[in-house]
């Protein structure tokens, strides 16, 4: 007899290996384009200027960098474990902790973080549907966007002293939240999910925003990101101590958004423009604010690789155990 078809597809399918979309090559050279423009740049700077300004950058910054990231990374695991556990998912928090950390890592080695999609397998192996796997992972992934365009583009119109854009950027995203809160429902894991795609993504969407879900998952995002500015802005004093906490926001935000473009690995080529046309306005020097850009991305991915390979090696050994 053939497996019972379940809502999430045959079950044969639902237990295959997951992996991340690969990139056609053509999509892989256009990283050139990033690349290119990172050197491009570079060679219009003082390099000796720079060079001078990262000698004032010292152990205990780099720590206090990593640890604002370290804990950016905590809060970001806590509240995926806690958007799973609104949709009915029981998991242990070491383990999604363990499979979150390790997901980061991947998909800080990947295009447009689709390494993070990592996360599915070992969810899928714990028995719960694909469908509230990936959605899970998309929806978090999608939080994190809308808080960048929301806070970079507010900070953005503060800089510029546009305050009436600034504060409708502000009120549209309450109305936006209000209505995603109002249109959410609870739904239990084994609910039964219609059979049409688009509505198949719009009720997973309410089972994960639903008021109460929807209030903690935003907390939690803004914490998250309070203590990812930490990164920047402890970097920041050392290297750029003119520049305003608003001109650091709207360009690492923004520059963050720039990962998303597919001609640039993790925002090498993208970060560095932005950082100095957001800063030049405060007065700081292309050569200061390249150099932020550059630890910035630096202290973030060394972070992040090395809690994300700290916890691959654990979840495997627990495994092997």
């Known amino acids: 007899m053939s497996p019972e078809v379940s809502s999430d597809g045959a079950t044969a399918a639902a237990s295959a290996p997951l992996r991340a979309p ?65 949709r009915g998912v029981a998991l242990p928090f070491s383990f999604s902790t363990l499979v979150f950390f390790e997901a980061m890592a991947w998909g800080s080695l990947t295009l447009a973080r ?53 504060a409708l950027i502000g009120a549209a995203t309450v109305v936006v939240l209000v209505v995603v809160g109002a249109l959410g429902r609870r739904r239990t894991i084994d609910s039964e999910m219609p059979q049409s795609k688009v509505k198949l993504v719009l009720e997973e969407t309410r089972a994960f925003f639903y008021p109460l879900a929807l209030l903690e998952t935003g907390f939690w995002t803004v914490l998250s990101w309070v203590a990812s500015m930490g990164v920047v802005y402890a970097l920041a004093v050392a290297v750029t101590p003119a520049a305003r906490v608003a001109s650091l926001v709207a360009a690492s ?10 001609i640039t690995y993790q925002g090498i080529g993208t970060r560095e423009p932005i950082f100095a046309a957001m800063l030049a306005r405060d007065g700081v020097a292309n050569e200061a604010a390249v150099l932020l850009a550059l ?26 155990a």
């Open 253 to 262: 935000f923004i520059s963050s958004l720039s990962t998303l473009l597919p």
């Open 295 to 320: 630890l910035n991305f630096t202290a973030m991915f060394v972070a992040v690789m090395a809690l994300g390979v700290g916890a691959a090696a654990i979840r495997r050994r627990m495994h092997r």
């Open 22 to 86: 690969r990139s056609p090559w053509w999509r892989r050279a256009l990283l050139l384009l990033g690349f290119g423009s990172a050197v491009f740049v570079l060679s219009q700077l003082n390099l000796r200027e720079m060079m001078g300004s990262l000698e004032r950058v010292s152990l205990s910054t780099i720590l206090v960098a990593c640890g604002c990231m370290w804990l950016n990374m905590g809060i970001k695991s806590v509240r995926w474990h806690r958007m799973l556990a609104h």
């Open 114 to 166: 689709a390494g993070e999609l990592f996360r599915a397998q070992p969810l899928v192996d714990r028995g719960v549907p694909l469908r509230i796997a990936m959605a899970s992972i998309l929806l978090d992934r999608a939080l994190d966007v809308g808080f960048l365009i929301v806070a970079g583009f507010a900070a953005l119109a503060l800089v510029s002293d546009q305050l009436v854009i600034a």
